[in-house]
């Protein structure tokens, strides 16, 4: 259903810049199908990333016996992320992304063991690598596009850490609606976060979105 909904919505804005009126300032404002493509995969791929980090915890508060394959799907993830980098900035780029990713994933999911025990010298502890972690990937992406601002990135990787943490938190608590609530706060944003990374692509490599 989602892949369904992607591509209808990719031929819809295709179908609309196609059907606009012949000026200028229209034209503007009308997306290649190159760069709506890279925008509708890259929203994938990080909706794919808060829908299975959401589903990990699930199995992970739970105790559920689908924790471990959950896992492998997220952290499979991450690895989709990392390959869809590489077009633009390279295998070693893309690797170490992937590598920081994975870590920003298994170090969430010792957050969240440390929270159901109510362990607070390691919840501080992990807490301080979870953000340090994200200060490495917003130092390797701005380091290879200097369009990614070092400090929009860090402002919408610390967002998209504390609705991860009031997710879970509200998931520990039993408290459903917050935990409802969380997501669908977490899905908007990782909706920004993704367009700001197709925007820094497309500004950086023009020609390739024409």
């Known amino acids: 259903m989602k892949k369904l909904f992607l591509r209808f919505s990719l031929v819809a804005m295709l179908f609309v810049c196609l059907a606009a009126p012949v000026k200028a300032d229209v034209q503007n404002q009308c ?14 791929l990080w909706i794919d990333h808060v829908v299975w980090t959401r589903n990990y915890i699930i199995s992970s508060v739970g105790g559920l ?6 896992l492998a799907r997220l952290l499979k993830n991450q690895e989709d ?25 298994l170090v ?4 969240v063991e440390a929270a159901k025990k109510g362990d607070q010298a390691n919840l501080e502890k992990y807490n301080k690598e979870w953000y340090k972690n994200a200060d490495d990937i917003a130092n390797l ?11 929009e990135l860090k402002e919408l990787l610390y967002t998209h850490l504390k609705m991860v943490t009031d997710e879970a938190v509200a998931r520990i608590k039993q408290d459903w609606q917050g935990n409802i609530i969380a997501f669908d706060k977490g899905e908007d944003h990782i909706i920004v ?18």
Do not use: C
Request: charged fraction near 25%; avoid cysteine.
């Open 141 to 151: 992406l701005s380091s290879v596009n200097p369009n990614w601002s070092n400090t």
């Open 108 to 111: 969430a999911g010792k957050i």
């Open 65 to 70: 016996d689908d924790q471990q394959a959950v």
């Open 31 to 44: 997306y290649s199908s190159s760069k709506v493509k890279v925008m509708f995969d890259l929203r994938k």
């Open 193 to 210: 976060l993704a367009d700001a990374l197709t925007k820094g692509i497309v500004k950086q490599f023009p020609n390739k979105f024409k």
């Open 81 to 105: 992320i990392g390959n869809a980098m590489k077009p633009y900035y390279g295998v070693a780029a893309g690797d170490k992304l992937t590598q920081l990713l994975k870590e920003h994933i």
